[in-house]
């Protein structure tokens, strides 16, 4: 087809679909090696899924990694716990690549980030895994210096802030918990909060020490509006151009009608996936998976659907097409649909279980999200594990928390009047609230913990490996992921499977080109984050091996499309 461009048309280098992690770094990228880049966002805020995420990213062997760590060892975890041929080349490319990635955003760009000292992977017993040093996270960043464009940043979910927008660090947490415990807990959370209600008072609508995925989208804007890449929000693209079998542009609906943009280097999509979209979760989720997204709900399979059209291909990996999470939810007193992905405060932590609706303990609730839901998914052919039951006390609750309830939460009222939480002065009422068998539920009680007294589960070991004690509490002995539930009253929430993002997308290569039905790239057209068939398969082994290739192959996307030869 030969496109004439309208009089309005402009032309760009490069245009991006999307403003998430893959997005916004192939933009930031694009724009460092001399490129004009163009960022089309449908939504009115920047950072998608990524800004209310951990923002952990995973790249072992980066410069930043301090722990001794070998690409040939990597290789051997990733070919462990991703026991698959589908996807091993840009798997390798990815441990190659992502340390080179880091590197060059950290000397061209605003984005910075630090090695979290601990992390271990998730199949942490797997060969050539490790516990320290392959996780990376951003730097904490101070939003003020994006001036008034702070208001583009996506916020963070409100159940992940405190006070209506202070957002807090990961290594913070524990001294939230032991503020009244502890003097220099106290002193700490003192400072923070001083500094928050500084940042208020000045006129700020919200805290502005950002940190996880908040500051990672936050130092990506910063980076684009640096290098004056334009950024249109609000913006609804309505079919990629194509001329000579390549991608040369797209046509947009703008207020004054449609509009034609020419891209010299061709298309970066990123649109973040299809989460949100109904017909694709239908195609390919699980029956009983399909209902409940912890993502920011944007992902509308746009991208996919853009590079179907030019005759792209979509093959599902072999483990399947979404990272999960077990998720609560509810309707809060604004009547807003609150879903509290469980991935890191809860289940690990001692004296908690999860029960299906016979009563019985069907996995070790201390393995990773991913796992815990693909446990549900299996057990669900057994017994009714959807929705399982978290069993806590109120020695736990008060803690720890529970899903969306803080810890040293005083009132329960709003969440047992939403439905939320179940509480009853018995293990036996509580059972009957259930609508699960008494008898049972107590017997699965009293295994766990007279297993709990002496640290040993001998159902499913839990705490029997570094990652789920890294997820439990140090300081409980004997085992940091089990004590008693003995203190009444006791309480309960539902769990479903949620998704943290999708992971079949467009079939694409080492560069990130999206391939088409003979396995050749389609000039001019490029995918990344999950908008690309992930690079794992549907696998989930690591924490930051979503967003880590997703940054990984825009900066792959934005280096293949500045150094080729369009002419
Ligand atoms: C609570 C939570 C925590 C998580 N923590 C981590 C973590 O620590 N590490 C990790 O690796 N993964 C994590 N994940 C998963 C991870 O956040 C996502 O997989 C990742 O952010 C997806 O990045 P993306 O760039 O593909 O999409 P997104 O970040 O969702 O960005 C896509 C953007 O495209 C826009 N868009 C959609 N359609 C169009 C269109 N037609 N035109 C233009 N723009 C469009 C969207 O509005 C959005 O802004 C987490 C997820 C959740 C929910």
Known sequence: ??????????????????????????????????????????????????????????????????????????????????????????????????????????????????????????????????????????????????????????????????????????????????????????????????????????GKHRGTTLVLGNALVARLLKSLLDRGVEIRCRCEVKN???????????????????????????????????????????????????????????????????????????????????????????RDTNDRHVVFPHTVTDRAKPGLIAVNRDGRRFTNEAVSYHQFVTAMLRENNVANAIPAHLICDKRFLWKYGLGAIRPMTLRLGRYKAAGYLKEAATLHGLADSLLIDARTFEATIDRYNGDAQVGKDTEFDRGGNVYQRFMGDAENFPNPCMAPIEAPPFYSIALYPADLGTATGLDSDDDAQVLNGTGQPIAGLYACGNDMNAIMQGAYPSPGTTIGPAMTYGYLAAMHAAHTDTN
């Open 1 to 202: 087809m030969m496109v004439t461009m309208d009089r309005k048309s402009t032309n760009m280098d490069l245009i991006v679909l999307g403003a998430g992690a893959g997005g916004m770094t192939a933009a930031a990228v694009a724009a460092a090696e001399g490129l004009k880049v163009l960022v089309l966002e449908k939504t009115a805020a920047v950072g998608g899924t990524t800004a209310i995420s951990g923002g952990m990213i995973w790249a072992p062997n980066s410069h930043l990694t301090k722990a001794p760590d070998s690409l040939e060892k990597a290789k051997t975890y990733l070919d462990a716990a991703v026991p698959s041929d589908a996807g091993r080349s840009q798997r390798r490319t990815y441990l190659e690549r992502a340390p080179e990635m880091i590197a060059y955003l950290e000397k061209n760009t605003s984005v910075k980030l630090q090695a979290v000292p601990i992390y271990p992977d998730y199949e942490v017993d797997a060969p050539g895994a490790s516990t320290h040093g392959r996780v990376l996270e951003p730097v904490c960043f101070d939003a003020r210096a994006l001036g008034s464009a702070f208001r583009m940043v996506r916020p963070p979910l409100p159940e992940f802030t405190l006070f209506s927008g202070m957002m807090i660090a990961r290594p913070d947490i524990v001294h939230f918990r032991n503020a009244f415990r502890s003097l220099p807990s106290s002193l700490r959370v003192a400072r923070l909060m001083a500094e928050y209600i500084g940042q208020r008072l000045a």
């Open 240 to 330: 990629l151009v194509v001329s000579n079998n390549r991608v040369i542009g797209v046509r947009v609906t703008t207020e004054g009608g449609e509009q034609t943009i020419a891209a010299r280097c061709g298309v970066v999509l990123a649109t973040g996936g299809f989460s949100a979209d109904i017909p694709l979760r239908e195609a390919y989720l699980p029956p009983q998976a399909r209902t409940l997204t912890a993502t920011a709900g944007v992902g509308t399979g746009d991208g996919l659907r853009y590079g179907l059209s030019v005759g792209a291909q979509i093959t599902p990996g072999p483990f399947g097409s979404a990272y999960w999470t077990p998720a609560s939810h509810y």
